[in-house]
Structures are given as C-alpha cells and as structure tokens.
C-alpha cells in the first residue's frame, strides 16, 4: 500500500464547478506538493505546504497535519484546468507520489 | 529561456544498448533531480544531487548512474537497456533540497526499448 492515497482517482466536470482533489498520507511528513500534469506531459508545480493554507488565482490547497489530508480546490473550473493532478509528501529523505487524480472539465 | 532543459526529448534505442539522457538548469538551483514516469504514469524519484553530490539514491538497479559534472546539469546513464526501462523521465531542479523548495521540471524524455 502507498503511503500515499489520492481521490478521487478520475473526475470529470462540468465548467464552473467547484472541484476538490484529496490527498492522504499514512506518515509524519515535513512538507506536501501539488503538481499539475498537463495532457502534453509537462509538470508544474503548484503548491507546497506544511501547514494551514495556500491561494493563488482560482486555486486553493489545504492540510491538515493531525488527519494527515489535504486538499486541492479549484474554484469556477474551467476546460484548461483539465489535467491529472498530483500529491507528493516528503518525509525524512524521502518524496513520495500519489497515482494522480485525472480530472476532465467539460464546457 | 528554457529553464530545465533534457535532451533527447524521444529515445528509441534496442534493448542491451547504453544511453544517456541529459539534464541542464539555467536558474541556478542547487539540487537536481531525476524521475520515472512508468507506463501507468506513476512518478517516483530516482536520485538526487545537491551541488553535485548524491544525497537521494532510490531502489534503483545500477545500470542506472547518475552523473552530475557541474551543478547546472545532471545527466542519466543507462546500461544495458531493458523493456522495463520504458518510462518517460523527468529531470528537475529547485533551489535547495526537499521541503518547501520549488520543483522546476523538465519538459521529459519518452524513452522506448524495443
């Protein structure tokens, strides 16, 4: 079992809805990443957190130490936001992935 | 200006063959680091250097050897290619090591053994 489990595991939308990707960890970690995979296979980096809150633009990422969970939430989705998103945790020495949520925002 | 750059971006070479695949950063970051996408596109990282020094170094088998001459380039060398080794590979950067550092990643090499 992964330390780290995503979901849902596909998603699709419709334009304009509220979207939130979860992420949860079975280990104490120092720090947590988004990434967004585009449909060309480029990666981006979106977030990193250890604690509280993070926003920028229509997108906003959450943790919760305690409950080892996180969020991505995405505002007014839009066609674009279309990609697989991806959670990572890093704890000691070590960068785990998630398997990536596929989301579909349809127009 | 590219700011994580890998060269070749295809690779289709026979199985038994070496290869390498390169790395370079222009946004002066200390660390680089090295990934596997496999075929179900999970990601897991292979190495990591800080100013050229090996500090991450994954289950990885060894015809897998990373080389980093400078702290601006990190390139991948593989042995001995086998079918498994089909992945697509991510090269990337951030200014120091794992934690709340930035991960600047490369556009990826679709390697194909055949």
């Known amino acids: 079992k992964n330390e780290v489990e995503q979901s849902p595991q596909n998603l699709t939308a419709q334009e304009g809805e509220f979207i939130t990707i979860n992420c949860s960890y079975s280990?104490?970690?120092?720090?947590l990443h988004w990434l967004q995979q585009h449909p060309g296979g480029g990666i981006v980096s979106l977030f990193m957190?250890?604690?509280g809150k993070k926003k920028h633009g229509r997108l906003i990422a959450t943790i919760n130490i305690q409950e080892k969970h996180s969020s991505l939430h995405i505002t007014a989705s839009h066609p674009r936001d279309s990609a697989v998103y991806i959670c990572?945790?890093?704890?000691?020495?070590?960068?785990?992935f998630g398997a990536g949520t596929i989301l579909r925002v349809k127009s | 200006d590219t700011a994580v750059s890998q060269t070749p971006k295809y690779l289709v070479t026979q199985m038994g063959n070496d290869k390498s695949i390169k790395c370079e950063q222009n946004?002066?970051?200390?660390?680089m680091y090295w990934y596997k996408q496999d075929s179900k596109k999970f990601l897991k990282i292979m190495f990591s250097y800080n100013n050229k020094e090996l500090i991450i170094n994954e289950t990885v088998p060894n015809r897998f050897s990373p080389k980093s001459p400078d702290k601006a380039h990190l390139n991948l060398h593989i042995n001995s290619l086998e079918l498994g080794d089909s992945a697509v590979y991510f090269c990337a950067s951030s200014q120091s090591g794992l934690g709340l550092n930035e991960q600047f990643f490369g556009p990826g090499t679709r390697l194909t053994v055949l």
């Open positions: 990572a945790v890093i704890y000691g020495n070590k960068l785990v």
């Open positions: 957190l250890s604690s």
């Open positions: 946004l002066g970051h200390d660390t």
């Open positions: 280990v104490g970690i120092s720090a």
